[in-house]
């Protein structure tokens, strides 16, 4: 009888052993230190995180709203049209990598257009600091890219920037 309890007790603690333990997600989909959540009202948050875990991680920020600081430039697919580029790190910028600047999109973005063109430096990137929601640009199913749209040499989006500031 103490010999099946014994089997009984092995068994179940290699049972609990194999489980898999999965790390808890911070808000339902963030492991644990890859934002820092910030906002003052509940249904209105942002994860804050670097443009160095954004290119290192892009899957997880992918369709969340995320806060970061970064160098913004404005440049021009065409005369009529300008864009912002937000180079994710400072060295992104100085070597061109455009393939690691995102594009930015949303309801501020006349206004910063108009602080980086009025800096009156050309080229230079000027530090942002902006709220919005990203969208990591993903090659389609033969692992291209749309070669007529920003998503052929740019490595995603951030939308729906509400709050931004120098």
Same mark, same amino acid.
């Given at each position: 009888?103490?010999?099946?309890?014994?089997?009984?007790?092995?068994?179940?603690?290699?049972?609990?052993?194999?489980?898999?333990?999965?790390?808890?997600?911070?808000?339902?989909?963030?492991?644990?230190?890859?934002?820092?959540?910030?906002?003052?009202?509940?249904?209105?948050?942002?994860?804050?995180?670097?443009?160095?875990?954004?290119?290192?991680?892009?899957?997880?920020?992918?369709?969340?709203?995320?806060?970061?600081?970064?160098?913004?430039?404005?440049?021009?697919?065409?005369?009529?049209?300008?864009?912002?580029?937000?180079?994710?790190?400072?060295?992104?910028?100085?070597?061109?990598?455009?393939?690691?600047?995102?594009?930015?999109?949303?309801?501020? *973005?006349?206004?910063?257009?108009?602080?980086?063109?009025?800096?009156?430096?050309?080229?230079?990137?000027?530090?942002?600091?902006?709220?919005?929601?990203?969208?990591?640009?993903?090659? $389609?199913? *033969?692992?291209?890219?749309?070669? $007529?749209?920003?998503?052929?040499?740019?490595?995603?989006?951030?939308?729906?920037?509400?709050?931004?500031?120098?």
């Amino acid at each position: 009888m103490l010999i099946r309890i014994l089997i009984v007790v092995t068994l179940l603690s290699i049972a609990g052993c194999s489980r898999d333990s999965t790390p808890a997600l911070e808000r339902g989909w963030a492991p644990a230190g890859a934002c820092v959540f910030v906002g003052n009202r509940a249904n209105y948050h942002s994860c804050a995180t670097t443009g160095t875990q954004l290119l290192a991680n892009p899957q997880i920020y992918d369709g969340h709203r995320i806060s970061l600081r970064a160098w913004a430039i404005v440049g021009r697919h065409n005369p009529n049209k300008p864009v912002v580029w937000l180079y994710l790190t400072q060295d992104n910028f100085e070597v061109g990598a455009r393939q690691s600047a995102v594009i930015l999109e949303g309801p501020a *973005l006349s206004e910063i257009i108009e602080l980086l063109e009025g800096s009156g430096a050309q080229a230079m990137p000027r530090q942002l600091g902006l709220t919005g929601d990203f969208e990591v640009f993903k090659p $389609d199913a *033969l692992g291209d890219r749309r070669k $007529d749209t920003d998503e052929c040499c740019m490595f995603g989006r951030i939308r729906n920037i509400e709050e931004w500031a120098p």
